[in-house]
């Protein structure tokens, strides 16, 4: 039986991150029984059984979850080892990116019309979550993460830091008065943001003379989305503290307003994570076009 691997590979791969089989027929522009074989002759040239097919979904096997997690990061280093010799080969293909949702809805789509002039062959899948993935497990070529890491598995490219400002809404301020000291702080209502990987409301963070300092604010909202968090705070719902990229257009108008300036907020590190050591060159210059954004 003669097998193209490399291609049949390619094909199951699509397969599970498209989620059916005429999906992924669709993606690759091929015909719908040229999958099927493809997944049939793979299956039989590894003598394992990868998928369990119904008439509604697939599932993969405990094999097939193995295969596709070794199988993911080894097809990716074999294309860019080809893009390697064809450096002026023009980039196409799909580029699968999960990042924050007000990353994706304010700063990136926004400026999507000039990554495509730069690189129109490439189509961008984008997931917009707060929460963490598990790249492989989902076919993501990157993540981009704010905050401390704990992901080891991955690597982490370094975007640079993001300003953290603290505020609230004019009208809240008007109400309930501005805090001037930490101790005034714990006297308000605040937003509070929680974790999604470990479920706990983050401290709130201030650099003081003293060297930094967490401290825990009660508040009435607790929320997990980033757009939530800053119609929250608009709303007069409490005091935020947020990434100043997304805040400073509500600070400009006036909408929102500074306080705590004299207790600063540490900076938070800003990574694009990706799964495997060699750094493709889809991923690479999307990874550069970031940057200039940020």
């Known amino acids: 039986m003669q097998i193209n691997l490399f291609e049949a590979i390619r094909i199951f791969i699509e397969i599970v991150e498209s989620g059916s089989l005429t999906q992924a027929a669709e993606n690759l522009q091929i015909h719908r029984p040229a999958v ?21 979904r ?14 993911k990061p ?26 924050p949702i ?15 002039r730069e690189h129109p062959d490439i189509e961008i899948i984008l997931s917009c979550s707060d929460r963490r ?16 890491l704990d992901d080891g598995e991955y690597v982490a490219r370094k975007m640079g830091s993001i300003k953290m400002t603290t505020c ?30 470990s479920r706990q409301i983050m401290p709130w963070t201030f650099q003081t003379p003293e060297g930094t300092e967490e401290i825990s604010l009660s508040g009435k909202l607790v929320l997990d989305n980033s757009e939530a968090y800053i119609a929250a705070g608009l709303a007069g719902l409490g005091i935020l503290q ?14 929102l307003v500074e306080v705590l300036t004299d207790y600063p907020v540490p900076p938070r590190q800003l990574s694009l994570l990706y799964p495997h050591r060699h750094l493709s060159r889809k991923v690479k210059v999307f990874a550069e076009w970031l940057e200039r954004l940020l």
């Open 58 to 71: 697939i599932n993969l096997t405990p094999e097939g979850e193995e295969f596709y997690r070794r199988s």
């Open 133 to 148: 993935r598990d790249m492989l497990r989902d076919g993501l070529d990157c993540v981009l993460r704010v905050g401390e």
């Open 102 to 116: 007000a990353f994706a809805a304010l700063l990136v789509v926004p400026n999507l019309p000039d990554f495509y």
């Open 36 to 56: 099927t074989k493809a997944l049939q002759q793979l299956e039989q040239h590894s003598g394992i059984r990868l998928m369990q097919r119904t008439t509604r």
């Open 242 to 255: 947020g990434m100043n990229v997304f805040l400073q257009p509500y600070l400009n108008s006036g909408r």
């Open 168 to 197: 609230a809404s004019s009208a809240y301020l008007a109400e309930h008065g501005t805090p001037e000291t930490l101790e005034e702080l714990r006297q308000h209502q605040v937003v509070n943001w929680i974790n999604n990987s």
């Open 74 to 99: 080894l097809l990716a280093q074999t294309d860019d080892l080809l893009e390697s010799f064809a450096v002026d080969r023009v980039l196409r293909g799909q580029l699968r990116v999960d990042m």
